[in-house]
C-alpha cells in the first residue's frame, strides 16, 4: 500500500474510481486495502457494492456486506444496501435480522429501510403490512422525490388490496 495514503484516503480514492466507471481499478485498490487491514469495515462495504450491482455476484456481495457488517455495525449506508440484496434474494431470516439492527443504527436513512421492507412484504403479497412500512416510510422522509415515490407505492399497494377484496353481493327481494 502506498505510504502517502491513510486507508480512509485509499478508501476514498476507490469508491471515486467507482464513481468515474473504474469498476476494476477500484476493486484492486479495496483488495489491496483488506490485504493491509483485514479489520477495515468500509472496504468489505465497497467490494459489496461492486460485486451487488456491478458484477452482479449475489453470493460474493452477501459475504461482504456481511463481513462489513461484523466488523463495524455503525456503517449506515451498508444496511440499505445489504438490505437491498436480502429482500432480492428473498431471504427471510436474515432480513429480518439485518432490520433490526439497521433500526438501531444512529445515521441510518430509515425511510430507505422502511420501503426496503414493504417492497418486501409486497413481493410477498402481504400488502396490508406493506401498505403500513410505506406509509411510516412517506411520514418521515424529508425528501420530496423520495416522498413522491412512496406515494406511488402507496397507491399501487392500495390498488392491490383493493381488487383482492371479495365482492359483496346484496339481493333485495319484495
Keep these: 500500500m502506498d505510504i502517502l495514503y491513510t486507508v480512509e484516503e485509499k478508501y476514498l480514492q476507490a469508491m471515486d474510481e467507482l464513481n468515474y466507471g473504474e469498476t476494476p481499478k477500484a476493486m484492486h485498490l479495496l483488495k489491496e486495502l483488506i490485504v493491509t487491514d483485514d479489520t477495515y469495515a468500509r472496504a468489505y462495504y465497497g467490494l459489496g457494492i461492486i460485486y451487488h450491482y456491478y458484477i452482479k455476484d449475489y453470493k460474493a456481495a452477501g459475504y461482504y456486506y456481511q463481513t462489513g457488517m461484523d466488523l463495524d455495525e455503525t456503517i449506515p449506508d451498508l444496511y440499505e444496501d445489504y438490505l437491498k440484496l436480502l429482500v432480492t434474494l428473498q431471504l427471510h431470516k436474515k432480513i429480518e435480522q439485518v432490520t433490526t439492527k439497521a433500526l438501531e443504527v444512529p445515521g441510518v ?4 429501510i422502511y420501503e426496503m421492507i414493504g417492497v418486501y412484504e409486497e413481493q410477498r403479497q402481504n400488502f ?20 413522491d415515490l412512496l406515494q406511488g407505492h402507496l397507491k399501487r399497494v392500495l390498488g392491490k388490496l383493493k381488487a383482492k377484496q371479495q365482492m359483496v353481493y346484496a339481493y333485495e327481494g319484495s
Design 128 to 147: 396490508a403490512l406493506a401498505k403500513q412500512h410505506y406509509q411510516k416510510a412517506a411520514s418521515i422522509t424529508v425528501v420530496d422525490n423520495e416522498h
Design 109 to 112: 436513512n430509515l425511510a430507505r
